[in-house]
């Protein structure tokens, strides 16, 4: 079992930054890809940017050039820092991981509101 804990949503007005984190534990060994999915209201949950144990990483082509994902393996972490916020990039940011056995978890969620 591998348990996410999402943080670092909020408000930011259009142009700014937050940097989204999200910490695994429990079985963190068979973590292999770690990214960050959003969902927007009445909208299917999509992929924003992912990354695999080795440090390739890709992304959506809505947010290429503006976000860049990360990890620490040590901490167990994914972080997701997003540069110049538009308001469509307003939804629930989801961490996922998926392991070796492809196994996927998911963690609760964190709002980020970019107002129009």
């Known amino acids: 079992q591998v348990h996410l804990v999402e943080s670092g949503g909020g408000l930011v007005q259009a142009g700014g930054s937050l940097r989204l984190s999200c910490a695994a534990s429990?079985?963190?060994?068979?973590?292999?890809?770690m990214g960050w999915y959003r969902q927007a209201p009445g909208k299917q949950r999509e992929l924003v940017a992912l990354?695999?144990?080795?440090?390739?990483?890709n992304y959506a082509d809505s947010v290429k050039g503006r976000f860049t994902i990360s990890r620490d393996n040590a901490r167990n972490t994914v972080y997701l820092q997003m540069n110049s916020l538009k308001p469509e990039d307003t939804a629930v940011y989801y961490c996922k991981v998926n392991t070796y056995n492809s196994i996927n978890y998911w963690g609760k969620g964190t709002l980020v509101t970019v107002p129009s």
């Open positions: 990354i695999i144990r080795g440090g390739t990483s």
């Open positions: 429990g079985s963190t060994s068979s973590i292999n890809a």
